[in-house]
C-alpha cells in the first residue's frame, strides 16, 4: 500500500476505503488500534501473518499479555458496502481521536487512519537528515 487520502467519516461511523487500496487488499478488512494512535487497518492474509506473530510471543511474559489485549480485545472486521464503506466502531474512533476529517495512509502491507492534527503532530518530516540517521540501523 502507498499513498495519503484525505476523506471524512460520516456521523455513524463509516468511511470510504478508496478503490485503489481495496483493488489490492479485497472487501474484507481488519481494524485494531495501531501505534501512535493511529488504526491499522489490514487485509485477512496481511492480518493473519499479523495475528501469527503475535501469537508466537510468549503467554507467560506480562508484556506479551499486554501486546494481545492491545491489538486483539478492541479489533474488529467488517466488509465494505455498496459505498466502498466499512464501519469504524465508537471505540476506536475514540482511541484515534477521529471526528470529521480522516488521513488514510498506505503504509506497506497496510493502511493507517488517522485524525489529521495527531498526524502532524507525530510525523514532523521536516528535517531530512533525522530520518536518514534513524536509517543508519536499518538494512537497505
Not at 502507498?2 to 463509516?14: E, F, P, V, W
Not at 481494524?31 to 507467560?60: M, Q, S
Request: include cysteine.
Amino acid at each position: 500500500m502507498l499513498g495519503r487520502y484525505d476523506h471524512t467519516i460520516d456521523a455513524k461511523g463509516r468511511i470510504i476505503i478508496p478503490a485503489k487500496y481495496r483493488e489490492q487488499m479485497g472487501d474484507k478488512f481488519y481494524v485494531t488500534r495501531g501505534l501512535d494512535e493511529c488504526l491499522f487497518v489490514y487485509a485477512p492474509d496481511e492480518w493473519e501473518k499479523f495475528e501469527n506473530h503475535i501469537k508466537e510471543l510468549p503467554i507467560g511474559s506480562k508484556e506479551a499479555r499486554k501486546i494481545n489485549r492491545f491489538f486483539f480485545v478492541g479489533a474488529t472486521d467488517d466488509e465494505v458496502d455498496r459505498q466502498g464503506r466499512i464501519m469504524i466502531p465508537a471505540h476506536l474512533r475514540e482511541y484515534a481521536h477521529l471526528e470529521k476529517n480522516v488521513i488514510l495512509a498506505g503504509v506497506g502491507n497496510h493502511l493507517e487512519i488517522w485524525d489529521p492534527a495527531t498526524y502532524d503532530a507525530k510525523n514532523n518530516f521536516d528535517d531530512i537528515e533525522d530520518i536518514a540517521e534513524s536509517m543508519e540501523g536499518f538494512s537497505f
